[in-house]
């Protein structure tokens, strides 16, 4: 399995942020903070979880830096992406107070439903009245997050079939499609 570096630096600072378990179930809360490495448009996608392999990034479309992907900076770590994963390149629907955005996830992020993206990516996301309440708390509570079909990451089918833009299952909303009414576009 490969561990980033970058993954791991999130895991102590992650682990303090995070609240501690309460028992019973309750629906799944997905968190984000950010890291200025995901803003970086030359860091090479080999030195991440999602480069290598048959699943990698590198391997599905060829990109060899962050800054290839089509909706560069809006890409990071996810919670489900690991070493060769098959969610490596995956999209994902993050919203935050109305703002919302596509994430392509690059990375593993240390936490469980957590995400790590770019530092103007989280300043997209959670801008809010002119205060970026993700860059000053760090980590905030995403009201929303769940993985969308490759192209509203603008990146090609890896299979090459055809899509029709539905979207994959939410984990915690069933089928859900992102509206026009978001407040980022891409």
Sequence with gaps: MKTTLLSLGFAASVAFALPSSQGGS??????????????????????????????????????????????????????????NSPECGGCWYLEYKGNSLYVTAVDNAAGENLFVISDGAIRSLTTVNGVNEGIEKGTVDLDSAYEVDHSYCHLPDPTGNTR????????STGKKSPTSSNNYSV
Excluded: M
């Excluded at 029709?164 to 984990?171: A, F, I, L, M, V």
């Design 26 to 83: 309750a629906p799944e809360q997905y968190r984000v903070t950010h890291n200025p490495v995901y803003g970086n448009s030359s860091q090479r996608i080999s030195d991440l979880a999602c480069g290598g392999g048959e699943n990698g990034i590198d391997t599905k479309w060829g990109y060899q830096t962050l800054g290839q992907i089509p909706n560069f900076d809006d890409v990071g770590a996810a919670h489900v992406s690991s070493y």
């Design 164 to 171: 029709t833009g539905t979207d994959k299952k939410s984990p």
